[in-house]
Structure formats: C-alpha cells, structure tokens
C-alpha cells in the first residue's frame, strides 16, 4: 500500500481545478464506464457511418460535464464522484459480463436481495474490475488537491465557459446525428438503461417511492370469501412450492430433450405449456403472482395496499402458511403465520449461507405431524391448510451451490460465481442440476402429503417467479426489462400435482385441466384465481376468465 501511495503522488499533479477534474472524471465515464452502451450503440449502427458509431463517447462526456458541474464544490466533489465510480465499476461489470441493465426493477431487486444473495455474486472476476475501475481511480481523485481557482470571479467564468462549450458538442451532435439517434432509439429503447450511473437515479427514485412516499390505504379485498365443504367432507391440504429463477425451456415436461424430472415423472404430473411471468426478478414477480392485479397493470404499491391471494383464502377460514427458503417474502406473507428458514441453524441441509430446499419438506413434515397428534389428543378435527414453500431453487450465479453433490446428474457442472469462465455446457449442465433436485423436492413433498390422504383432501401446486439466461445472446442471470427479455426469463412451468381424490372432492374435471394446460395459454395473472377455484373458494373478487379450473368444473 505505501508503493501504491508513492507511486500515485510521483503520477498525481499537486492540485486541478475542479472544472479540470470535472473534465477529466467526465471523460471517463464517457469513454471507460460506458464502454457496454458503446458497444452496443456501435454494433446496432454497423450499416451507418463510421463517425454516428463514434460520436457516442463525445455525446455522453458533453452530459456528463454539465452533470458533474453540479456537484463541484468543496466537501461534495469528491465524496459524490466516489460514490458514482465505485457503483459504476460494479455496474459496469455486471452490464459487461451479463448484460444485465440497472432500470428501476433491477434497483428494487437489488435491496430486496439478502446478503447471503448478494455476496453470490463476489467473485475475483468482480473484485479485480471494481478495483481497477473503482477503486483506483477513487484513491487517484482523493490524492489530488481539487481547487477553485485563483479569484471567484475567475472561477465563475471557467465554470461557465466549460458549460457553454459543452452545450456547443451537444448542439453538433444534434444536428449532425439527430436521425441517427433518433433511428437507434427509436427502435431500441432500452439504451437508456444502459448508460453508467443511470443506476444512481433508479436507487433515489426507489429510495423515495419505498421509504419516503406515504403509502396508500390499505384495501381489504375478498373479505366476502367462504370456503365450499368438499365432497366428501375432509379437510383440505394444498401445498404451493414457489420456484426460484426455473425457466421452462429447460423443464422435460415442457419438451427438453433432457430428463430433468426423473424424480416426479411417474407421479402423473399436469404441466402447463404456455406460462409467462409477471416479471423477470423476484422483487417484482412474487407480489405481482400473488395479487388480483394483472402484469398489464400491476403497481407495487398499489399491491401492497390490497389483499392477495393467501389472505382471501384466510379469510375463507384456512390456515394459511408461509415458509421461506430464498431469504424473503417480499411482503406476500405480511398477514399469515410465517416461518423464515435460518441458514445458521444447526442442520446437515444448511451450511450457515444457505439451505436445501428439501429442509421445507422437513418443516413441512413436522407441522403435519404436530398438527395430527395435537388433533388426535385433542380429539378436534384437523383444519383446513394452505401452505407455500418459497424454495431457493435455481437461484445463480451460484447454481453448485443449490443441491447436494449427490444429486449432480449431469457433469461436468460449472462451480463457480463468475460463470462467464466456465463453458457454455458446464453452465447447462450445473442449472440443469437445480431444476432436477427442484423435482427431487417435489417429488419427496408428494410423497409427504400422499401420506395425510385418508385424513385429507391433498394436492400440490409449482410455479416459479420467473426464468433465467444462461448465455444465449450474450444474457446470464435475469432482471432484464421485462419489454426486451429473452423468453428464457419469463417463459415458466407450471405444474399441478391433483389426485382423482381431490379433483372429484372438489367437483372439478381433472382430465378437462390437463387438457387445458396442453392447449392454454396462461400466465401469472390466473394464479390468483386459480388458486381459488382450486381449493374451493368463492369471492366477489376471483375473476373466472383467469380462473383455469371454471371451464373445468362439474355441475
């Protein structure tokens, strides 16, 4: 560190002025930290001119002096250009190495992420560029005497004439480029995503909206809802498991040439073949799923302040559980009995960062087995139970990471963080993995409720949030806008375990759903009210145009 320290005082000038520095940081952020939009802006213009596909370094650094100006001022300059240059750093990796674009959604998902999350995502692939790209330039700025100027009235004139000839580049660019600006964005609107820190922006504005903003009054939707007495009057046990980042594409029973569910293949499984997500992160898609609100319309806020799904079927009279193993609920369980799985406990399925998801069955197992004794002691009859497993499920880049060493059933898998370094098979094959052990879980889970049959009306539902990239078109991970996602984000499977018991008990037609999910075309928008219709809920608020089950049913 004192080699580094003299080496940057022999390379650092003993003071700049701050327009000079404003210059200097500007350019870099133009030409360096922008290097992705760049790129980009340069391939989409290959069949233009060479100077349009050159222009965009001069057209963001011209922005960027006039942004940073407003911040050059003693004990803010530098405090603020650290910040930005060490997110960006990040930000531009992250963009660089995955595609992925720092828009509102990608914020929210970002501080709704755990730790153990988030430091998947460290490896010394990351390290390395945001010491180099942040941190260096970081120390550069901090060892260099920043000054105003000899007089204010100098200063004043310097600040103003660096304004002016950079609204004169902007000017040019305008009229010499205009079309071809317009022509790009126009046909590709999601640039402006891509501009470094435009993630400075989405964090304020998220900031605001989630902590700053009074929120609206809550609405206390399907108040009205009663449970229908089954048939055969049994109780009812479903159970809802929550995927996490499965993508359909890779499901064997949406087509894939591999058998990535071998664990469930004989359980006589319904499998949806057309589902699309809410949204491409978690953050988004896991209210939106379970709220009456539609992905045409959906609003966060507006979600929060209404009942969702579990809370209409408990105020049906259903004991409505939450278990989690993907480090939050987002607030879908705020009013249910809910239970977070601590990576710390004491437990052979967890190793203090992270769980398996076969230790929601292992919770699962052990509420109904308290709960059978408690009935049979007490001698009062069992409630009737909905209960979600939120599973971590296929969540990357650490994917080795999601299943035991003993249930790799394709290799050789990529066992790393920085999965840019590893083939596009190794990818393939760890992912792979994950939807396997998902079905491993699965599987196991029937297996449970087949066991509480004679003392309940039983069924199973999967879904997951959404999808995920593993490299095609350059896109790993997910949380891009949702309008240019690849189908690999939001293309979801979605499954139904339902016994001839439940359907007939719940006078729906099984043969007539699977058909449907053959031919239908479906989203997270039905889950709302399918799940309804399922478990034999009415309410003023389930929509039977969403619901799978109301061409299904039997008068």
Known sequence: MKLLTQTLSRITPKSVSYEAMTCIIAVYFGLVLNFPLIRKIYRLSADGHVLFSLSPAILLTSCFVLIFSLFAFKFVFKPVMIVLLLSSSAAMYAMLKYNVMFDYGMIENIFETNSSEAFSYISLSSVGYVLVLGVLPSILLVSTKVTSGPSFIKAVIRRVGFTVISLVVLGMMVVFFYKDYASVGRNNSYLN????????????????????????????????????PSANGKPTLMVLVVGETARAQNMAYNGYQRNTNPYTENLDIIALQNVSSCGTATAHSLPCMFSNLIHDNYNREVADARNNVLDVIKAAGVNVTWFDNDGGD????????????????????????????????????QKL?????????????????????????????????????????????????????????????VYD???????????????????????????????????????????????????????????????????????????????????????????????????????GVSSSVRDPKLDITTDCKIT
């Not at 009737?384 to 994917?399: D, E, K, V, W």
């Not at 299943?403 to 898998?413: G, Q, R």
Request: proline share 5%; aromatic share 10%.
């Open 193 to 228: 995503k891509m501009i470094i820190p435009a993630h400075i922006f989405n964090t304020v504005k998220y900031l605001n909206q989630r902590y700053f903003t009074e929120k609206l009054t809550f609405n206390p939707i399907g108040q009205d809802a009663q449970l229908t």
């Open 330 to 365: 987002k607030d879908v369980g705020s009013h249910i009995k809910k239970i977070d799985i601590s990576p710390s406990e004491a437990n052979p399925l967890c190793d203090g960062s992270s769980c398996y998801d076969e230790i929601l069955v292992e919770k699962l197992s």
């Open 369 to 429: 087995q308290q709960q059978s004794e408690a009935s049979a002691a007490s001698g009062k009859k069992l409630d009737n139970q909905f209960i979600a497993l939120h599973t971590i499920g296929s969540h990357g880049p650490t994917y080795w990471q999601r299943y035991p060493a003993d249930k790799a059933l394709f290799t050789p898998a990529c066992s790393r963080s920085d999965i840019e370094n590893c083939s596009d098979q190794e990818i393939v094959n």
């Open 433 to 535: 993995n994950t939807l396997a052990y998902t079905d491993f879980v699965l599987a196991k889970t029937i297996n449970l409720l087949k066991q509480y049959q004679d003392k309940y009306n039983v069924a199973l539902v999967y879904l997951s949030d959404h999808g995920e990239s593993l490299g095609e078109s350059g896109m790993y991970l997910h949380g891009t806008p949702y309008s240019i996602a690849p189908s690999q984000q939001t293309h979801v499977p979605w499954f139904m375990w339902l016994p001839q018991d439940y359907t007939q008990a719940k006078g729906v037609d099984r043969k007539c759903i699977a058909e449907h999910a053959l031919s239908g075309s479906y989203s997270h928008d039905n889950l709302f009210h399918t799940l309804l219709g399922l478990y």
